[in-house]
């Protein structure tokens, strides 16, 4: 009776949908503050949150009842677990960011390019000690508790799992070459462009900065992951104009 009662009354489903939508993409804005914070200060998470609160593909995605904003938030989370990682890692971060990544990947499996983030920060806080990179606990414990996770969630839906990583989604058979990865790169450029061009232009003016600055290790918290996450699109999946949302968030904090 129930089920018949909702299938016969669906606007405050939707309704509710839509708020919770909405209150997603508001709260992806107050991470990206807090990542720009973290990172590069006060100022910079204002601008960060500006730039996204502001944002055409964030603030006109964020209406539709769909995964998109939530795995931005999730995806979010993620690097703001790495950020802190890098500033000053504790068992803490690195439990929240496997713990993160995994309820990440149950949101949508792409996310998981998130854990790039969070590797890079525990590459740079050892340095040249490569025996605490490879066998830190609380590194392992992340992974670990992000596998299980992940698991969990391909067990409850496995041909979903499948369907999208080794069926009718995945491109990875398909012939690839750099020049197609470069024309995958220059697609999701003119997007932003035309969809969002002061977050791309800001982007690109904040990471010449950092450049100039010789700040490496700001540029590759902020760059390498859209820089995989376009790579692991072209290889392994296909692109569309929204995919380029879930990096809204750090093209934003750069």
């Given at each position: 009776?129930?089920?018949?009662?909702?299938?016969?009354?669906?606007?405050?489903?939707?309704?509710?949908?839509?708020?919770?939508?909405?209150?997603?993409?508001?709260?992806?804005?107050?991470?990206?503050?807090?990542?720009?914070?973290?990172?590069?200060?006060?100022?910079?998470?204002?601008?960060?949150?500006?730039?996204?609160?502001t944002s055409f593909l964030h603030v006109s995605l964020s209406h539709f009842v769909r995964h998109w904003v939530p795995a931005?938030?999730?995806?979010?989370?993620?690097?703001?677990?790495?950020?802190?990682?890098?500033?000053?890692?504790?068992?803490?971060?690195?439990?929240?960011?496997?713990?993160?990544?995994?309820?990440?990947?149950?949101?949508?499996?792409?996310?998981v390019v998130g854990l790039v983030a969070l590797f890079l920060a525990h590459i740079y806080r050892c340095g040249r000690d490569w025996r605490k990179m490879l066998l830190d606990?609380?590194?392992?414990?992340?992974?670990?508790?992000?596998?299980?996770?992940?698991?969990?969630?391909?067990?409850?839906?496995?041909?979903?799992?499948?369907?999208?990583?080794?069926?009718?989604?995945?491109?990875?058979?398909?012939?690839?070459?750099?020049?197609?990865?470069?024309?995958?790169?220059?697609?999701?450029?003119?997007?932003?462009?035309?969809?969002?061009?002061?977050?791309?232009?800001?982007?690109?003016?904040?990471?010449?900065?950092?450049?100039?600055?010789?700040?490496?290790?700001?540029?590759?918290?902020?760059?390498?992951?859209?820089?995989?996450?376009?790579?692991?699109?072209?290889?392994?999946?296909?692109?569309?104009?929204?995919?380029?949302?879930?990096?809204?968030?750090?093209?934003?904090?750069?």
């Open positions: 009776q129930f089920s018949q009662q909702v299938a016969l009354h669906l606007v405050p489903v939707w309704v509710v949908a839509r708020v919770l939508g909405a209150l997603m993409g508001v709260a992806t804005v107050g991470v990206a503050y807090a990542i720009g914070r973290r990172l590069f200060g006060r100022t910079a998470g204002l601008w960060a949150a500006a730039l996204l609160a931005t938030l999730a995806f979010s989370l993620i690097v703001l677990a790495a950020i802190e990682v890098y500033r000053a890692p504790s068992r803490r971060w690195y439990l929240l960011g496997g713990l993160f990544a995994g309820l990440a990947f149950g949101v949508s499996y792409i996310t606990r609380w590194l392992w414990a992340a992974s670990g508790l992000f596998a299980g996770l992940a698991a969990l969630f391909v067990a409850l839906h496995p041909q979903e799992f499948f369907r999208i990583t080794a069926g009718e989604d995945s491109t990875a058979t398909a012939v690839k070459s750099l020049a197609g990865l470069a024309g995958e790169y220059g697609y999701h450029l003119r997007n932003l462009l035309n969809l969002d061009p002061v977050v791309l232009i800001a982007a690109i003016l904040g990471v010449f900065f950092l450049l100039v600055r010789r700040r490496w290790r700001e540029v590759g918290m902020v760059a390498a992951t859209p820089m995989v996450y376009i790579a692991v699109l072209y290889f392994f999946f296909h692109s569309e104009v929204r995919y380029i949302l879930m990096m809204l968030p750090l093209l934003a904090v750069a």
